[in-house]
């Protein structure tokens, strides 16, 4: 019989051994907690006759069981590229990636397709395990994939249809070599597309197109461009509060004198009609309706969704108010753009609640944000002393080290005046396993403890 190792038993993991079991393999699952030991899985490489090994998105390359397989030649392959290898391939592929969004963008690109009438399900980084959905053999016509970094190392051969990067931001720095690397390794989502298949390229992000140019990335993507802008420019793209789409996708909005535009470009709907608030989540729906109009999605269905569509939980997620306070959960802002982006939805009194894990990530921009908009700052977690130091060093001062989020909801219930109109905006701007599990423990723990100490 066939033998494979699966090294991680999280869902991933389960789908892979799933999936290769349906496929006459003998499946080694290695887990510290929930599988053979990793140091016991290292005699295996020597007593059986492993033909692969899938590595969970999660595990760094380095590990003592990866370095002993790759000296004995053993393969290493993720478990998105196991799943390609036995995906049908009449089945296409949409694929996003990015520092920030590309949860909300895949996921609502899924909610879009399913509103359509197209046979599609989501899976990837978004939480859902593409060998699980692969090894359930459904009748699909579509998979959107939500791709982190990590699982776009080591060259991967899933193959997509259409594909995009939605912004790009230092982040995962303890992972790569450099920034540089980690932004590169993004660009292999678009390695394996061919003159058939769509690119969609973000005009604004200035990041994605210093490497686009500069480092002539462009010349590596095969695939028909299709670009997107928050400004007059790119085939899906914004101009007096309204988004366009031009009609012939070969034609850029640049290029049409405003006179003619009317001519070449068609309005969807005006921005302040998303659902979605917001300058992070506009450049989301760019990438969800310039994917729409290579499907064929008809502009009225997409327009009535992008109206009506909910946020996810985690994500700038509206979810109670006492009096004139508002609290958001962002507990999915696990870095610093993503925070940013955050305090520039909110228009009125910000109390920022921030804090977790040191990322070795510059805080600068985070704290000069602060102090041009936030009118408090309430911390948490083992990077709240350099937040503090950073603070300082620019004058801000109005900040409390709480330690916990049951230390600040505590103090609110006793201090917190909620007749103002105000936000009180929960986004960390790192991760947090210094204190819980990952973002959705954390996002539901600061949700469970606002209802518990200050609801009615």
């Known amino acids: 019989m066939k033998k494979a190792v699966v090294f991680g038993a999280g869902l991933s993991g389960h789908g892979a051994k799933e999936l290769l079991e349906k496929n006459g393999y003998e499946v080694y699952l290695v887990d510290d907690k929930n599988g053979i030991p990793s140091k016991e899985a290292i005699d295996l490489l020597d007593k059986e006759k492993i033909e692969f090994i ?16 790759e000296n004995k030649n053993i393969k290493i392959i993720s ?8 995906m049908n391939k009449n089945i296409k592929i949409i694929s996003f990636t990015g520092t920030n969004g590309k949860t909300t963008t895949a996921t609502k690109m899924y909610e879009l397709m399913e509103y359509s009438g197209k046979k599609v399900k989501l899976a990837g980084n978004a939480g859902y395990s593409f060998a699980k959905l692969v090894a359930d053999e459904e009748d699909l016509e579509y998979i959107v994939l939500e791709l982190s970094s990590y699982q776009l190392e080591n060259n991967p051969q899933v193959h997509s249809y ?4 939605i912004n790009l931001t230092p982040d995962h720095l303890a992972r790569y070599d450099s ?6 390794t993004k660009f292999n ?3 394996r597309q061919t003159e058939q298949d769509f690119a969609l390229i973000n005009q604004d992000d200035e990041v994605f197109q210093k490497l686009y140019d500069e480092k002539k990335l462009w010349k590596n993507i095969k695939a028909e461009k299709v670009y997107m802008s928050k400004e007059k420019k790119g085939n ?18 640049e290029e049409i004198k405003d006179e003619e535009l009317h001519k070449y470009a068609e309005p969807l709907v005006s921005v302040r009609e998303l659902s979605l608030k917001g300058k992070h989540n506009l450049e989301n729906m760019l990438f969800l309706i310039g994917a729409a109009k290579l499907l064929e999605i008809p502009n009225e269905q997409t327009a009535e969704f992008l109206k009506t569509t909910k946020a996810l939980e985690h994500r700038l997620e509206n979810f109670f108010i006492r009096k004139n306070t508002i609290f958001i959960n962002d507990s999915k802002g696990t870095n610093v753009e993503s925070t940013l982006k955050a305090i520039d939805s909110f228009d009125n009194s910000i109390i920022l609640i921030c804090g977790g894990d040191d990322k070795k990530i510059s805080n600068k921009e985070l704290v000069e944000r602060i102090k041009q908009r936030v009118d ?13 130091k950073d603070m300082e060093e620019i ?28 936000t009180v905006l929960f986004s960390p701007a790192t991760s947090s396993f210094c204190q819980f599990k990952n973002f959705e423990h954390r996002g539901r723990v600061f949700k469970e403890l606002t209802e518990k100490l200050l609801g009615y």
Do not use: C, H
């Not at 478990?79 to 036995?86: G, P, R, S, T």
């Not at 920034?179 to 590169?184: G, P, S």
């Open 54 to 69: 899938v590595k969970s998105p999660g595990i760094p390359w380095k590990v003592e069981l990866l370095v002993k397989a």
């Open 79 to 86: 478990e998105i590229d196991l799943a390609y290898k036995y």
């Open 162 to 165: 259409i594909a995009g990067i």
């Open 179 to 184: 920034v540089e690397d980690y932004y590169i």
């Open 189 to 191: 989502i678009f390695a």
């Open 236 to 253: 899906i793209f914004v101009m007096d509060g309204i988004i366009y789409t031009m009609k012939d996708l070969e034609k850029k909005a």
């Open 376 to 388: 408090s700052v309430y911390l948490i977690g083992d990077n709240a002393p350099l937040l503090i």
């Open 395 to 422: 004058g801000y001062k109005n900040y409390r080290n709480m330690g916990t989020l049951e230390n600040i909801l505590d103090y609110f219930k006793e201090n917190m005046d909620f007749s103002k109109e105000q």
